[in-house]
């Protein structure tokens, strides 16, 4: 169930940053953002009550503040992807991305991935 849950976020990530990209060359990429982040608040504030979600102004206020930086970096990557080739634009995000965590864990967090971690990184 966890391979087919991955999968499936993994296809809708994919599409979605996809079209974002198209939506981006005929908008602007701020534009997008804002109401992708509109239409995800509503399904949010809907949806978090019916599967144990608990509101509460410190989870609100995180989710604020993630949403604004994700946001930032989220009309960024669309901006990318409408002025550059998305063939060589969202490979190399995906690669930043997922660099970062791997960074930050290891060299401030002190942790140490095992040897099949490192191989997937190297791939």
Known sequence: MAALLALSAAVAYGVGDFLGGVAARRVPPSAVVLWAHIVGLGMLVALA???????????????AGAGLLGGVGVTLFYRGLAVGTMSIVS????VTAATIPVVV??????????WLALVGIAF
């Open 49 to 63: 009550p019916l599967v144990g979600g608990d509101l509460t102004p410190r989870s609100l206020a995180v989710g």
């Open 105 to 114: 864990g290891t060299v401030l967090l002190d942790e140490r991935p095992g």
């Open 91 to 94: 490979p190399v995000a995906a």
